[in-house]
């Protein structure tokens, strides 16, 4: 049974357990009911829409019986009186005028004060159990009533304000709402006597959010009959790992009007604050400052002297003695002789008391002094106000405009450091919870070298400085999947805060406002910039509210901060369409005299002006850069498209050249869904990531969509990009919910097998054994910064070649961090596909040869195991070819005879070269000898000089020569051995022939 039909069952025993003691009460002992004890009240309408006026007890339980009046017609069930009028039921049964004090919106009605619960609301809240490893509780969570507005409890529970309106013909309800933070889901909707929600957009709101201190109104019609009208939220602020959680603001509603009600019998009574001084008022105005009334007031009536009271009050406070904090110095703007004078003024509206004693007075203006000069680009006009130059002139603020040299361009821009009046193109303005928590409507103050948030408004109150400008001169441009700056606004602020202030940097154009960054509590003298990348008309916003904490502002009078301010020092908006310019730039040549005209996308300037494409391979990343150095390679496994962006064909070549991969079948749109998480509150979710893996030529074409019912079509904020990431949170009637989608991967920096690539280094993913084929990595970045990642996030893909993966592969998140990231700005996937794998080539199959058959021998092709490729080259047909003569042992043995054969002989003739020199040295020696027979002479040298060895003559005659062998045989013999080492030389001089005995 899911929790609407649960709420039904609930509806139906409190009224058995209300109505049932009533029916069985004991009447025995009661009076006879009198006349006066009866009131007039109508039946249920019949089927053709008729009812009848009956008396009935006041009380059943004080009397008995009586004898009322006879019932008579009443007026049909769609009659109701006018704005302003009342029914007299009691009466004549006709429309009356509502007395002063009162007021009627006829068949309406409206709740406007929340100092308790109106009639007819209740508050719920849910623990859906079954989400939960663990119950958690979220009774305690619910609606805070806050007087003037009811807030939302602000955290990750599911809480809701019903209404319960039966209506007797088709109306509305309309209702006006505060909606600041877009990590809270609201959804307001109706159901019907069923308790079947209505799915028509009219009955059925996701409510877009609004700017600080911004009130929107949103009317949903109602079908008449039984309608039950719940305004839910629930925070979704998952955070990721790393990530610090914040805390959510709530949702505010301060008005609810009902339509569509049968009558309205008598009239609402004006709130204190408020009167209706005329008869049939629909509406109470409210009293002016310093005025107050009770309850039901035809008029306001006036605080003392030494009273004071805000617009709306209902009672004045007496007045405290003045003192410094009370008043505030400013400058006055530039007369016509270029004078300014520094003056002081009361804080309006002034509530202290400077006539009494002890009170501080207002201080005495100063002398006049010469006027600073005008801001950069804007020049003195009468001698008394700064405008911005004409068209193609410039300054520096200090001397009069002057025209551009031939051949250049002024620099536009708006650079503001000068605040002795409002700044052409800005403005400001106050926003408060009440209506009577803004002293005035200009919330900001020029105070010389600075603007301030000014002071005297409620703690409620939101002060706006807005500036708007008609766009940009560089076009929009994307520069290699990423948004390329065309210009930038810059601003230097600081925040004297005694409590927890806060400060907010928006940026809106004609479909939406963001918030860029913002600021708490007390922040000394700091630089801010911010790049702007859509060229389109837009407004700068700076808000400032006292305090960022919903409780401090709850009491009407609450002005505990009155000193607290935000000041800004400098703005400065650069390339804009509008505004002044401070100095002139050169222009490429071929640009008019009228301004200069860019060079095309993927062109740089060179050094003489002139527009040149960029190299192949490279891309540009700004508009009109400078240099050949302003166009960058692309990374690893992309391509240049026109030098304006690098993407990847889904082809990828590894750097060795060995493999090729074609990721064609990887295309489109592909998801993987994380496990399930859960917040402190124990609401359930997932974390959905949509992927394109390679893109549309560098266009991301994956779609995560925010605040709306998945897959529906009336999204409301979507994020289109290479790889997004959504929260899904499931919903009780089966259509889950989407929202906080974020980019994970604007752009594709690199396809490459390295696992690091740009500080990215790929985890969660590593293999026990090097892999035969190498995983291939695509590497993302998105440039969004955020608080916890500065430099925006990445993300990487890996694919794995697995060829018994299914045909769409198996994505898979890190085992240890199941969201995708373990320090909340990097995330990692894993993708298991046959498709990852290289395309086959010849060297990932062999042949087989098989044994002779009937003197044929066959053979065959196969695929190496295990087999890591996948289509390119199919394996060739099998091979039959003639077996040769001589078998293959025979072949084996011939070619070892063969081999002993050549060694043999290199052998012999070693040993042959060998003999033949000792030999001859031999020779030498004896044709060299003296007279005497036997004699040998003496040796100069044992070495065989240059050329010897061709003069060689041999002896074959009666001298015989005596072989050394021999001779050293023979005294082997004679004489005994002496083992005495000596070295060669030695033995020469000892006896040069000894060495031949």
Same mark, same amino acid.
């Given at each position: 049974?899911?929790?609407?039909?649960?709420?039904?069952?609930?509806?139906?025993?409190?009224?058995?357990?209300?109505?049932?003691?009533?029916?069985?009460?004991?009447?025995?002992?009661?009076?006879?009911?009198?006349?006066?004890?009866?009131?007039? #009240?109508?039946?249920?309408?019949?089927?053709?829409?008729?009812?009848?006026?009956?008396?009935?007890?006041?009380?059943?339980?004080?009397?008995?019986?009586?004898?009322?009046?006879?019932?008579?017609?009443?007026?049909?069930?769609?009659?109701?009186?006018?704005?302003?009028?009342?029914?007299?039921?009691?009466?004549?049964?006709?429309?009356?005028?509502?007395?002063?004090?009162?007021?009627?919106?006829?068949?309406?009605?409206?709740?406007?004060?929340?100092?308790?619960?109106?009639?007819?609301?209740?508050?719920?809240? =849910?623990?859906?159990?079954?989400?939960?490893?663990?119950?958690?509780?979220?009774?305690?969570?619910?609606?805070?009533?806050?007087?003037?507005?009811?807030?939302?409890?602000?955290?990750?529970?599911?809480?809701?304000?019903?209404?319960?309106?039966?209506?007797?013909?088709?109306?509305?309800?309309?209702?006006?709402?505060?909606?600041?933070?877009?990590?809270?889901?609201?959804?307001?909707?109706?159901?019907?006597?069923?308790?079947?929600?209505?799915?028509?957009?009219?009955?059925?709101?996701?409510?877009?959010?609004?700017?600080?201190? =911004?009130?929107?109104?949103?009317?949903?019609?109602?079908?008449?009959? !039984?309608?039950?009208?719940?305004?839910?939220?629930?925070?979704?602020?998952?955070?990721?790992?790393?990530?610090?959680?914040?805390?959510?603001?709530?949702?505010?509603?301060?008005?609810?009007?009902?339509?569509?009600?049968?009558?309205?019998?008598?009239?609402?009574?004006?709130?204190?604050?408020?009167?209706?001084?005329?008869?049939?008022?629909?509406?109470?105005?409210?009293?002016?400052?310093?005025?107050?009334?009770?309850?039901?007031?035809?008029?306001?009536?006036?605080?003392?002297?030494?009273?004071?009271?805000?617009?709306?009050?209902?009672?004045?406070?007496?007045?405290?003695?003045?003192?410094?904090?009370?008043?505030?110095?400013?400058?006055?703007?530039?007369?016509?002789?270029?004078?300014?004078?520094?003056?002081?003024?009361?804080?309006?509206?002034?509530?202290?008391?400077?006539?009494?004693?002890?009170?501080?007075?207002?201080?005495?203006?100063?002398?006049?002094?010469?006027?600073?000069?005008?801001?950069?680009?804007?020049?003195?006009?009468?001698?008394?106000? $700064?405008?911005?130059?004409?068209?193609?002139?410039?300054?520096?603020?200090?001397?009069? $405009?002057?025209?551009?040299?031939?051949?250049?361009?002024?620099?536009?821009?708006?650079?503001?450091?000068?605040?002795?009046?409002?700044?052409?193109?800005?403005?400001?303005?106050?926003?408060?919870?009440?209506?009577?928590? $803004?002293?005035?409507?200009?919330?900001?103050?020029?105070?010389?070298?600075?603007?301030?948030?000014?002071?005297?408004?409620?703690?409620?109150?939101?002060?706006?400085?807005?500036?708007?400008?008609?766009?940009?001169?560089?076009?929009?441009?994307?520069?290699?999947?990423?948004?390329?700056?065309?210009?930038?606004?810059?601003?230097?602020?600081?925040?004297?805060?005694?409590?927890?202030?806060?400060?907010?940097?928006?940026?809106?154009?004609?479909?939406?406002?963001?918030?860029?960054?913002?600021?708490?509590?007390?922040?000394?003298?700091?630089?801010?910039?911010?790049?702007?990348?859509?060229?389109?008309?837009?407004?700068?916003?700076?808000?400032?509210?006292?305090?960022?904490?919903?409780?401090?502002?709850?009491?009407?009078?609450?002005?505990?901060?009155?000193?607290?301010?935000?000041?800004?020092?400098?703005?400065?908006?650069?390339?804009?369409?509008?505004?002044?310019?401070?100095?002139?730039?050169?222009?490429?040549?071929?640009?008019?005299?009228?301004?200069?005209?860019?060079?095309?996308?993927?062109?740089?300037?060179?050094?003489?002006?002139?527009?040149?494409?960029?190299?192949?391979?490279?891309?540009?990343?700004?508009?009109?850069?400078?240099?050949?150095?302003?166009? !960058?390679?692309?990374?690893?496994?992309?391509?240049?498209?026109?030098?304006?962006?690098?993407?990847?064909?889904?082809?990828?070549?590894?750097?060795?050249?060995?493999?090729?991969?074609?990721?064609?079948?990887?295309?489109?749109?592909?998801?993987?869904?994380?496990?399930?998480?859960?917040?402190?509150?124990?609401?359930?979710?997932?974390?959905?990531?949509?992927?394109?893996?390679?893109?549309?030529?560098?266009?991301?074409?994956?779609?995560?969509?925010?605040?709306?019912?998945?897959?529906?079509?009336?999204? =409301?904020?979507?994020?289109?990009?290479? !790889?997004?990431?959504?929260?899904?949170?499931?919903?009780?009637?089966?259509?889950?919910?989407?929202?906080?989608?974020?980019?994970?991967?604007?752009?594709?920096?690199?396809?490459?097998?390295?696992?690091?690539?740009?500080?990215?280094?790929?985890?969660?993913?590593?293999?026990?054994?090097?892999?035969?084929?190498?995983?291939?990595?695509?590497?993302?970045?998105?440039?969004?910064?955020?608080?916890?990642?500065?430099?925006?996030?990445?993300?990487?893909?890996?694919?794995?070649?697995?060829?018994?993966?299914?045909?769409?592969?198996?994505?898979?998140?890190?085992?240890?961090?199941?969201?995708?990231?373990?320090?909340?700005? #990097?995330?990692?996937?894993?993708?298991?596909?046959?498709?990852?794998?290289?395309?086959?080539?010849?060297?990932?199959?062999?042949?087989?040869? =098989?044994?002779?058959?009937?003197?044929?021998?066959?053979?065959?092709?196969?695929?190496?195991?295990?087999?890591?490729?996948?289509?390119?080259?199919?394996?060739?047909?099998?091979?039959?070819?003639?077996?040769?003569?001589?078998?293959?042992?025979?072949?084996?043995?011939?070619?070892?005879?063969?081999?002993?054969?050549?060694?043999?002989?290199?052998?012999?003739?070693?040993?042959?070269?060998?003999?033949?020199?000792?030999?001859?040295?031999?020779?030498?020696?004896?044709?060299?000898?003296?007279?005497?027979?036997?004699?040998?002479?003496?040796?100069?040298? $044992?070495?065989?000089?240059?050329?010897?060895?061709?003069?060689?003559?041999?002896?074959?005659?009666?001298?015989?020569?005596?072989?050394?062998?021999?001779?050293?045989?023979?005294?082997?013999?004679?004489?005994?051995?002496?083992?005495?080492?000596?070295?060669?030389?030695?033995?020469?001089?000892?006896?040069?022939?000894?060495?031949?005995?």
């Amino acid at each position: 049974m899911n929790v609407s039909w649960r709420r039904c069952v609930i509806v139906f025993i409190v009224y058995i357990t209300i109505i049932f003691p009533v029916i069985r009460a004991d009447t025995s002992q009661l009076p006879t009911c009198q006349m006066k004890d009866f009131h007039y #009240t109508f039946t249920e309408c019949d089927s053709s829409g008729a009812r009848w006026r009956v008396q009935v007890p006041k009380d059943p339980d004080t009397c008995t019986g009586g004898a009322p009046h006879p019932p008579d017609r009443a007026p049909d069930c769609g009659f109701s009186c006018g704005a302003g009028e009342y029914l007299a039921v009691d009466q004549d049964q006709k429309c009356h005028k509502c007395p002063p004090g009162t007021y009627s919106m006829g068949g309406g009605i409206r709740y406007e004060d929340w100092t308790e619960l109106p009639e007819g609301f209740s508050m719920l809240s =849910e623990t859906i159990d079954s989400w939960m490893d663990t119950q958690s509780n979220c009774n305690e969570s619910s609606w805070h009533l806050r007087g003037q507005y009811i807030a939302s409890a602000g955290d990750d529970c599911a809480t809701m304000l019903v209404y319960t309106a039966n209506l007797k013909k088709a109306g509305s309800v309309i209702f006006t709402y505060q909606y600041s933070d877009d990590n809270t889901i609201f959804h307001v909707y109706a159901q019907n006597d069923q308790c079947q929600t209505r799915k028509d957009s009219k009955t059925n709101r996701w409510p877009t959010t609004t700017a600080e201190g =911004e009130w929107k109104t949103i009317t949903m019609s109602l079908t008449s009959g !039984l309608n039950v009208i719940y305004w839910k939220t629930m925070g979704i602020d998952f955070e990721d790992a790393g990530q610090k959680k914040k805390k959510l603001k709530p949702v505010l509603i301060k008005r609810i009007e009902i339509m569509g009600l049968a009558y309205t019998s008598e009239c609402t009574k004006c709130s204190p604050g408020d009167y209706a001084r005329e008869e049939g008022a629909h509406f109470c105005s409210t009293c002016e400052a310093n005025k107050f009334s009770l309850a039901g007031s035809a008029e306001c009536s006036d605080c003392t002297d030494t009273q004071y009271s805000g617009p709306g009050s209902g009672n004045c406070t007496e007045r405290k003695p003045c003192t410094s904090k009370d008043y505030f110095s400013t400058n006055t703007a530039c007369d016509e002789n270029k004078k300014t004078q520094l003056t002081y003024k009361w804080i309006e509206p002034k509530i202290c008391r400077s006539d009494v004693q002890g009170a501080a007075q207002l201080r005495k203006d100063g002398e006049k002094q010469d006027c600073p000069p005008c801001n950069p680009g804007m020049s003195f006009f009468n001698n008394s106000v $700064c405008q911005f130059c004409p068209e193609n002139q410039f300054s520096d603020g200090d001397k009069a $405009c002057q025209t551009c040299p031939g051949s250049t361009a002024p620099v536009y821009g708006m650079d503001f450091k000068w605040w002795h009046a409002m700044p052409p193109n800005m403005d400001s303005s106050c926003l408060s919870m009440t209506d009577y928590g $803004c002293v005035s409507e200009q919330g900001w103050t020029p105070n010389g070298d600075n603007i301030h948030s000014g002071q005297g408004n409620d703690d409620d109150a939101y002060l706006i400085l807005s500036l708007h400008t008609d766009g940009f001169r560089s076009t929009s441009g994307v520069f290699n999947g990423r948004p390329g700056t065309v210009g930038q606004v810059i601003f230097v602020f600081e925040l004297v805060c005694s409590g927890n202030c806060g400060f907010y940097f928006m940026e809106e154009d004609s479909r939406e406002s963001e918030v860029i960054e913002s600021w708490e509590g007390n922040t000394e003298k700091m630089h801010f910039s911010y790049d702007v990348t859509k060229s389109g008309p837009r407004t700068f916003s700076w808000a400032f509210e006292k305090t960022a904490d919903e409780d401090d502002y709850e009491r009407r009078d609450a002005n505990r901060y009155n000193a607290d301010m935000a000041k800004i020092y400098t703005i400065n908006v650069t390339n804009t369409i509008d505004g002044g310019a401070s100095s002139c730039k050169p222009c490429p040549r071929g640009s008019d005299v009228k301004g200069c005209i860019p060079c095309p996308a993927g062109h740089y300037i060179d050094d003489q002006n002139r527009c040149i494409s960029c190299p192949e391979g490279t891309y540009i990343h700004a508009n009109n850069p400078f240099g050949k150095e302003a166009c !960058l390679p692309c990374g690893p496994g992309t391509i240049s498209k026109d030098g304006v962006l690098c993407y990847s064909d889904c082809h990828f070549k590894s750097d060795d050249g060995q493999r090729i991969h074609d990721f064609s079948a990887h295309k489109g749109f592909h998801s993987v869904l994380s496990s399930p998480s859960f917040t402190a509150k124990g609401t359930r979710y997932f974390h959905l990531f949509n992927i394109s893996l390679c893109g549309n030529e560098g266009k991301g074409e994956s779609l995560c969509k925010d605040n709306v019912t998945y897959y529906s079509e009336n999204s =409301e904020d979507n994020v289109t990009s290479m !790889l997004c990431r959504a929260t899904i949170i499931p919903s009780d009637d089966g259509a889950p919910m989407s929202a906080q989608p974020v980019s994970l991967g604007d752009h594709l920096l690199a396809v490459t097998e390295a696992t690091q690539y740009n500080n990215i280094t790929v985890v969660g993913f590593e293999q026990k054994e090097k892999p035969v084929i190498p995983d291939v990595n695509f590497y993302y970045n998105s440039a969004t910064s955020t608080t916890a990642c500065t430099n925006g996030r990445a993300s990487v893909i890996s694919l794995r070649c697995d060829i018994t993966a299914p045909d769409d592969g198996i994505l898979e998140l890190p085992v240890g961090c199941p969201d995708g990231t373990c320090d909340g700005c #990097t995330f990692h996937f894993l993708w298991r596909s046959q498709h990852s794998c290289p395309l086959c080539t010849e060297n990932d199959y062999k042949s087989i040869e =098989e044994n002779c058959y009937h003197g044929d021998q066959t053979i065959h092709y196969v695929w190496k195991e295990p087999k890591n490729c996948r289509d390119g080259v199919t394996l060739p047909d099998n091979i039959v070819k003639k077996c040769p003569v001589v078998t293959f042992e025979a072949q084996i043995a011939i070619t070892v005879a063969a081999g002993c054969a050549v060694l043999l002989i290199a052998l012999i003739i070693y040993f042959w070269k060998k003999t033949r020199k000792l030999e001859y040295k031999y020779q030498r020696l004896v044709q060299s000898s003296s007279s005497k027979d036997g004699e040998l002479p003496t040796v100069d040298s $044992c070495a065989v000089e240059d050329g010897d060895e061709d003069e060689v003559i041999f002896n074959d005659g009666k001298e015989k020569s005596v072989g050394f062998f021999s001779k050293f045989k023979s005294k082997v013999h004679k004489e005994p051995l002496d083992f005495e080492k000596k070295t060669l030389k030695e033995l020469e001089e000892d006896d040069p022939l000894a060495m031949f005995e």
